[in-house]
């Protein structure tokens, strides 16, 4: 039986809890796993301004995506700071009926301008990407040469904001930063900050990923529980993606994201918007279902909720199960293109 009268299961069983939305397919990093520097350079040519979805547009879909179930929605790019006056889409959806929790995940840059106008229209979370504590490594893994002091800066912004607890994500990649796992979570231990170290994913088709490349996330966890000892912490809502770990001590949590070791397709709730209205049932989806067109040609809120309803119960995304019988993966959407 459906959690809510009328909300849409998808083939396996799967409720739409969540709703990503991309709001803008631009950074202003290139960091390597995402957004390499060789393809993503100065001749880019990202999507012109007519074809970005505009506040309004997001809003409805937002409206829409809520009378089926969704509760949650976090706002991502590209780098979603980047958006002119991100606050006033806040705003707007604040004000949407059913939706509960409205989160962000930046590369924090920006955030020190921007996190007060955030706040106060009604942003409940803050996801801040670091992907180590040195100037060197960080400066060349964001392909940017930015340093650490500045999204250390932004992270003491967020707090002073209320945004807390905050959730630092760390993208670990063997022989380029694994060496930093136990460093970060010193780092943060006994902070309201939870560092979530997540496997290198193959997302897109230019990040040059390889499982090689992969710390399991067993191996993160037999590193960090050999410094500290940890215990497993329930999941703070179904689906979520993070097993959590608290420290035996007290001083904290971590949490561990495997979405190539120990896969957790089962249970997700998770539907995402690109930058232009496509709407994707999987971040590794081979195509979209452009919704852009359908707001733009005239369609109400009735049929509206009608397509994307038909959408996902027609869903039968697992990827990251299926991905090891895989011998030739099909062509997917970058992921600065999705938001992850």
Request: aromatic share 8%; proline share 5%.
């Given at each position: 039986?459906?959690?809510?009268?009328?909300?849409p299961?998808?083939?396996?069983?799967?409720?739409l809890?969540?709703?990503?939305?991309?709001?803008?397919?631009?950074?202003?990093?290139?960091?390597?796993?995402?957004?390499?520097a060789?393809?993503?350079g100065?001749?880019?040519?990202?999507?012109?301004?007519?074809?970005?979805?505009?506040?309004?547009?997001?809003?409805?879909l937002?409206?829409?995506?809520?009378?089926?179930?969704v509760?949650?929605v976090?706002?991502?790019?590209?780098?979603?700071?980047?958006?002119?006056?991100?606050?006033r889409?806040?705003?707007?959806?604040?004000?949407?009926?059913g939706?509960?929790?409205?989160?962000?995940?930046?590369?924090?840059?920006l955030?020190?301008?921007?996190?007060?106008?955030?706040?106060?229209?009604?942003?409940?979370?803050?996801?801040?990407?670091?992907?180590?504590?040195?100037?060197?490594?960080?400066?060349?893994?964001?392909?940017?040469?930015?340093?650490?002091?500045?999204?250390?800066?932004?992270?003491?912004?967020?707090?002073?904001?209320?945004?807390?607890?905050?959730?630092?994500?760390?993208?670990?990649?063997?022989?380029?930063?694994?060496?930093?796992?136990?460093?970060?979570?010193?780092?943060?231990?006994?902070?309201?900050?939870?560092?979530?170290?997540?496997?290198?994913?193959?997302?897109?088709?230019?990040?040059?990923?390889r499982?090689e490349?992969?710390?399991?996330?067993?191996?993160?966890?037999?590193?960090?529980?050999?410094?500290?000892?940890?215990?497993?912490?329930?999941?703070?809502?179904?689906?979520?993606?993070?097993?959590?770990?608290?420290?035996?001590?007290?001083?904290?949590?971590?949490?561990?994201?495997?979405?190539?070791?120990?896969?957790?397709?089962?249970?997700?709730?998770?539907?995402?918007?690109?930058?232009?209205?496509?709407?994707?049932?999987?971040?590794?989806?081979?195509?979209?279902?452009?919704?852009?067109?359908?707001?733009r040609?005239?369609?109400?809120?009735?049929?509206?909720?009608?397509?994307?309803?038909?959408?996902?119960?027609?869903?039968?995304?697992?990827?990251?199960?299926?991905?090891?019988?895989?011998?030739?993966?099909?062509?997917?959407?970058?992921?600065?293109?999705?938001?992850?």
């Open positions: 039986m459906d959690m809510e009268a009328g909300a299961l998808d083939t396996r069983g799967r409720h809890r969540d709703l990503r939305i991309s709001v803008t397919d631009r950074c202003n990093l290139r960091c390597g796993y995402c957004m390499p060789d393809i993503f100065p001749g880019y040519r990202f999507l012109p301004r007519s074809e970005l979805l505009n506040y309004d547009e997001i809003t409805r937002a409206r829409v995506f809520a009378g089926i179930g509760r949650k976090r706002l991502t790019g590209g780098e979603p700071l980047l958006r002119r006056d991100l606050w889409l806040v705003e707007k959806l604040r004000a949407v009926p939706i509960e929790d409205i989160a962000l995940t930046t590369n924090g840059l955030l020190p301008d921007q996190a007060r106008a955030l706040k106060r229209a009604g942003l409940n979370r803050v996801t801040i990407s670091l992907d180590s504590l040195d100037d060197v490594v960080f400066g060349r893994m964001n392909g940017q040469g930015v340093g650490v002091a500045t999204v250390l800066k932004a992270i003491r912004c967020a707090q002073e904001e209320g945004f807390s607890p905050l959730k630092l994500n760390m993208v670990v990649q063997r022989g380029i930063n694994d060496h930093e796992i136990e460093p970060m979570a010193e780092h943060w231990r006994g902070t309201d900050v939870i560092v979530r170290f997540i496997e290198f994913m193959d997302v897109g088709n230019t990040n040059g990923w499982m490349s992969v710390v399991s996330a067993r191996e993160i966890l037999s590193r960090l529980e050999a410094r500290w000892p940890l215990e497993s912490v329930e999941p703070n809502y179904p689906g979520e993606v993070a097993r959590r770990w608290r420290y035996r001590d007290g001083k904290g949590e971590v949490g561990i994201i495997s979405s190539v070791t120990n896969t957790f397709c089962g249970d997700c709730t998770r539907a995402r918007l690109s930058a232009k209205g496509e709407l994707y049932t999987c971040l590794f989806a081979s195509r979209g279902h452009d919704l852009r067109a359908l707001v040609g005239g369609l109400d809120d009735a049929a509206l909720s009608r397509e994307i309803t038909a959408l996902w119960r027609a869903r039968d995304d697992r990827y990251s199960e299926l991905r090891a019988g895989q011998t030739t993966p099909p062509p997917k959407p970058e992921m600065s293109y999705l938001g992850g």
